[in-house]
């Protein structure tokens, strides 16, 4: 590789600061947002540059995404080769790579770039795994220096010394300490795992590289001299020392694998019923005529580790900017619960998770964060408006690409039923009424007890349950008016079959709601009778209005 110039000063500090323009094919109006933890400033425009709004928001503000950012490992890919031109004098390395030295290799170390594709979940303010994809790519960078020993030519021996070859023999990425893949030398080199084992897993990824330096050591000796004390005969030797050095570098990860199961049914009216559980946290899953959206958001920033680079050499060190920014996206909580979308198409039955508490974000980046504690799914029931019952259920996940896809015949089907509440006046007194719930399933007109499932009878605000044959009689104050009843039934999906709700409502004797009621079925249709005869007669002029004109 090409030569690169080391000053010899001491370490300096050198200004750190994401990149100013989009490259790498990153689109412009996503680039500008994917540098949270920026230094960003007044939001008035005083302090911001001329540029696009976009380049603007970013620069005045962090900004959050609803779903990891395809963007990120596009600009990983292409920054990654970045590194800069290096040769055998000058080892480049982030400040605090884990430097190994030997007899002729000096400075010699691999960094892991990134790990793709990957989230930092921010679950709570003592869990926050690094989720990565079952297969991606580990990212990373390996250099080192050769010392040369000076030659030396005093005296009776002589020795002189040179550079043979030295390389980067391979690369490899061991899972756990067992080997993964292997590839070539490279002091940028990129390969890929696949995760065995469960979903939730911990994993320790390992880049390893070997070094490998030969060099030239010619010793010439002495073995004759003349009077004058000159050496008059030279013996020469040439040996080739070697040298090997392996080099590593580790990050714990943790296997994201998405994962769905549950229970479908439709209900009578053709709405869907869906409830999906899953083993990871999820970003939410689709629907039919909506969707339903979990409790994060996303942002992207800068691993701040290679803001600087160091060149050390025979000469010393010095700190430079790093050409090199790679990005981490991560997701945080933002919402305390899951919510549905469209709210007219999709409505939230139950939520089953854990209250959790939430996280808080670094002091440099500036977004909107939860206070109170989030409820952290694994589980969501739903009901939704379909034109057709979907054929799978999908789900997505916190790292991009990662979604759980089922199909809908694997969910446990559930058959929903209308059912029918009647109510009857069994007896009534001046102070009391008695009546009776019938509660039935309106299909099979088969008897509803809710003594032996979930859900109950309400009836004038009282809470009952009906027995065997679907019944329940009960004696209550009298009230003004009517007596009314309706039933709640339990989770369809907790005690099938399940069953729509159902309410009746009748009319005690001799009330003056009774009076209202006969008067206006009697006065309803007179009244429409009479504003018809009102039109004819203002249409045609045959001057029948009013009716009683002749009596």
């Not at 030797?237 to 040298?243: G, I, K």
């Not at 003004?480 to 009319?507: I, K, M």
């Not at 203002?538 to 004109?549: C, V």
Request: glycine share 8%; proline share 7%.
């Amino acid at each position: 590789m090409s030569a690169v110039l080391v000053a010899s000063t001491a370490a300096v500090p050198a200004v750190a600061h994401p990149p100013n323009s989009t490259d790498h094919g990153v689109p412009e109006e996503t680039f500008h947002k994917l540098w949270s933890g920026d230094q960003d400033g007044a939001t008035d425009g005083a302090n911001l540059s001329n540029g696009s709004a976009v380049k603007q928001l970013g620069e005045g503000t962090d900004v959050p995404f609803d779903s990891p950012p395809r963007a990120v490992e596009q600009w990983n890919r292409g920054d990654h080769q970045e590194f800069p031109a290096t040769n055998s004098s000058v080892s480049i390395h982030p400040p605090d790579a884990d430097l190994s030295s030997g007899q002729f290799i000096k400075e010699a170390y691999t960094e892991v770039f990134a790990v793709q594709p990957s989230t930092r979940a921010r679950l709570s303010p003592s869990r926050q795994p690094l989720y990565v994809a079952p297969d991606g790519t580990l990212r990373g960078t390996v250099d080192y220096r050769v010392a040369v020993p000076p030659d030396d030519t005093s005296g009776d021996r002589r020795v002189y010394w040179s550079l043979e070859s030295h390389q980067i023999e391979e690369t490899k990425l061991l899972v756990d300490g067992d080997e993964e893949t292997t590839a070539g030398g490279s002091h940028t080199p990129a390969l890929s795992y696949s995760l065995d084992g469960y979903a939730g897993e911990e994993h320790q990824l390992t880049l390893q590289a070997n070094i490998s330096v030969r060099l030239r050591k010619e010793v010439e000796t002495c073995t004759a001299h003349n009077d004058e004390g000159d050496c008059t005969n030279w013996e020469s030797s040439v040996s080739y020392p070697t040298e090997n050095v392996t080099v590593t570098d580790s990050i714990e990860v943790t296997k994201y694998d998405l994962a769905v199961a549950g229970f479908i049914a439709e209900y009578p009216n053709g709405d869907l019923g869906l409830v999906v559980y899953k083993n990871q946290p999820w970003l939410g899953y689709q629907l039919p005529n909506g969707d339903v959206r979990g409790v994060w958001r996303f942002y992207s920033a800068r691993d701040k580790d290679w803001d600087t680079l160091v060149y050390s050499s025979d000469d010393g060190q010095r700190t430079a900017h790093s050409p090199l920014h790679p990005l981490q996206v991560n997701a945080y909580p933002i919402e305390t619960g899951p919510t549905p979308s469209p709210r007219q198409n999709v409505t939230i039955l139950d939520v089953y998770g854990t209250s959790t508490s939430p996280p808080t974000l670094p002091s440099n980046v500036h977004l909107d964060v939860l206070t109170e504690p989030y409820t952290a799914s694994y589980g969501i029931a739903t009901r939704a408006t379909a034109d057709e019952q979907p054929e799978t259920v999908r789900a997505w996940g916190l790292v991009r690409g990662v979604e759980a896809e089922r199909p809908a015949d694997e969910f446990a089907r559930i058959q929903i039923y209308e059912s029918n509440l009647t109510l009857e006046v069994v007896n009534q007194t001046e102070d009391t009424v008695t009546v009776r719930v019938i509660l039935q399933n309106a299909n099979t007109g088969a008897p509803i007890n809710t003594n032996e499932r979930d859900g109950y009878v309400v009836v004038n605000g009282q809470r009952l349950n009906t027995t065997g044959n679907g019944t329940v009689t009960t004696t209550i104050e009298r009230p003004l008016g009517g007596v009314s009843a309706r039933y709640e039934p339990g989770h369809w999906w907790l005690n099938p079959p399940g069953y729509t709700g159902d309410s009746d409502t009748v009319l005690l004797q001799g009330s003056v709601l009774q009076i209202v009621s006969t008067l206006f079925r009697i006065g309803v249709p007179v009244s429409l009778f009479l504003l018809a005869v009102f039109f004819v007669d203002r249409i045609t002029g045959w001057r029948i209005w009013p009716p009683w004109r002749s009596l």
